[in-house]
């Protein structure tokens, strides 16, 4: 449960765990983040305030965290206090509010699949990527099998969020020394010789993401 219910005099109420609810209509209770941080005062006579009551009632609360349709609709939110879970569907990465600005925690993009721009996946082996987000690392995981890229093409481009960290220059060299790429910061992914017939695999390639 995100937080709790605390009178002055030191006596514990309980909460009903999915979504905090009026217990008491006393006057000297207020309401405590997980840090023991207490929350604006609202305009009413009593706790829980308006301002914390509509942020449980704008989001969904499950299991410690507020889930959002995006992040857009997360950042908007103006009512968070420190210590406080996010969640973003679209994205399905997981955040903690640090008092002025949201820090992913945690979160599992699961495989994409993108159209390539040069190229052509192998049959059942499509090109794709997969972003997995710890402590608020991102790895990027690469898989799939790409034919007929000419030199200097740009096979993908990999989106915000899923780029090297490491700069313009990290080339690899895929199938036994038969096929050079260079994976960029602006998430191109460029072919650095004609793979022709020829095709490369990226099972196996992973990096950390800016």
């Given at each position: 449960m995100p937080a709790f219910y605390t009178p002055t005099e030191g006596c514990l109420l309980s909460v009903v765990p999915l979504r905090p609810k009026i217990i008491s209509r006393r006057t000297n209770m207020v309401y405590t983040a997980p840090d023991g941080v207490a929350a604006p005062a609202g305009p009413d006579a009593f706790s829980p305030n308006v301002q914390l009551k509509a942020l449980v009632d704008g989001g969904v609360e499950y299991h410690?965290?507020?889930?959002?349709?995006?992040?857009?609709?997360?950042?908007?939110?103006?009512?968070?206090?420190?210590?406080?879970?996010?969640?973003?569907?679209?994205?399905?990465?997981?955040?903690?509010?640090?008092?002025?600005?949201?820090?992913?925690?945690?979160?599992?993009?699961?495989?994409?699949?993108?159209?390539?721009?040069?190229?052509?996946?192998?049959?059942?082996?499509?090109?794709?990527?997969?972003?997995?987000?710890?402590?608020?690392?991102?790895?990027?995981?690469?898989?799939?099998?790409?034919?007929?890229?000419?030199?200097?093409?740009?096979?993908?481009?990999?989106?915000?969020?899923?780029?090297?960290?490491?700069?313009?220059?990290?080339?690899?060299i895929l199938d036994q020394n038969t096929q050079r790429v260079n994976f960029k910061s602006d998430g191109t992914i460029v072919a650095l010789s004609t793979w022709g017939a020829n095709s490369a695999s990226f099972l196996g390639v992973n990096f950390i993401a800016v």
């Amino acid at each position: 449960m995100p937080a709790f219910y605390t009178p002055t005099e030191g006596c514990l109420l309980s909460v009903v765990p999915l979504r905090p609810k009026i217990i008491s209509r006393r006057t000297n209770m207020v309401y405590t983040a997980p840090d023991g941080v207490a929350a604006p005062a609202g305009p009413d006579a009593f706790s829980p305030n308006v301002q914390l009551k509509a942020l449980v009632d704008g989001g969904v609360e499950y299991h410690n965290r507020i889930i959002y349709a995006d992040a857009t609709t997360m950042n908007a939110e103006t009512r968070m206090v420190k210590g406080w879970r996010g969640y973003t569907t679209d994205t399905g990465i997981e955040y903690e509010y640090s008092g002025s600005t949201w820090v992913a925690q945690a979160g599992d993009s699961g495989w994409i699949y993108p159209t390539l721009t040069n190229g052509t996946n192998a049959a059942g082996n499509a090109f794709g990527y997969r972003r997995l987000l710890t402590s608020g690392v991102k790895v990027v995981y690469l898989r799939g099998r790409v034919t007929g890229v000419s030199n200097a093409q740009v096979m993908v481009t990999l989106p915000v969020g899923y780029r090297p960290d490491s700069g313009d220059d990290n080339v690899l060299i895929l199938d036994q020394n038969t096929q050079r790429v260079n994976f960029k910061s602006d998430g191109t992914i460029v072919a650095l010789s004609t793979w022709g017939a020829n095709s490369a695999s990226f099972l196996g390639v992973n990096f950390i993401a800016v």
